[in-house]
T-cell receptor, first 113, second 108 residues
């Protein structure tokens, strides 16, 4: 089945540690996105990539890093510089750019202990 | 940037009732999507509707681009319709901007 997978589903981190969230898609989509959702709020864009080996900062990129070495994969690293990393993280993809329909993965819930 | 406002913020319905959710936006848009976020957090794409009207089963949506609003209709609501409904828009080459959502609870 085609779709977007994220792992792990739940992640616990100690303060000061970097963690990497996985996002994989087999939809052959060019564009991929990372969003953050805080309780009771909408989604905010962290990073996006419209082509392999290229990515751009979104509205809240500070404390995060990404890579796009393969079309199918867009991992997000939450670094120790992120002041308040506890949140729900959602990955999405679309065929082309922002004008196209975005499809979302199931999300990763990150908790900093 | 573009502003997106959704109303009402919360809605409680009895099973079988109909409802209308509204999304207002402050600029012309290239993309408007409606999503349903289920209680487990998964966002399901309901409609891609920058203009016009679409229907899918008990759900339908209408976007009046010239007046900068979109409506999502839910008919004969079921408990499985519970969750949060988001409207998201983009203009030009900018990223999707999400509204803060309408939290729907359908009671049996």
């Amino acid at each position: 089945d085609g779709g977007i997978t994220q792992s792990p589903k739940y992640l616990f981190r100690k303060e000061g540690q970097n963690v990497t969230l996985s996002c994989e898609q087999n939809l052959n989509h060019d564009a991929m996105y990372w969003y953050r959702q805080d309780p009771g709020q909408g989604l905010r864009l962290i990073y996006y990539s419209q082509i392999v080996n290229d990515f751009q900062k979104g509205d809240i990129a500070e404390g995060y890093s990404v890579s796009r070495e393969k079309k199918e994969s867009f991992p997000l690293t939450v670094t120790s510089a992120q002041k308040n990393p506890t949140a729900f993280y959602l990955c999405a993809s679309s065929i082309g750019g922002f004008e196209d329909t975005q499809y979302f993965g199931p999300g990763t819930r990150l908790t900093v202990l | 940037g573009i502003q997106v406002e959704q109303s009402p913020p919360d809605l409680i319905l009895q099973e079988g009732a109909n409802s209308t959710l509204r999304c207002n936006f402050s600029d012309s848009v290239n993309n408007l999507q409606w999503f349903h976020q289920n209680p487990w957090g998964q966002l399901i794409n309901l409609f891609y509707i920058p203009s016009g009207t679409k229907q899918n089963g008990r759900l339908s949506a209408t976007t009046v681009a010239t007046e900068r609003y979109s409506l999502l209709y839910i008919s004969s609501s079921q408990t499985t319709d519970s969750g949060v409904y988001f409207c998201a828009v983009n203009t030009g080459r900018r990223a999707l901007t999400f509204g803060s959502g309408t939290r729907l609870q359908v009671q049996p």
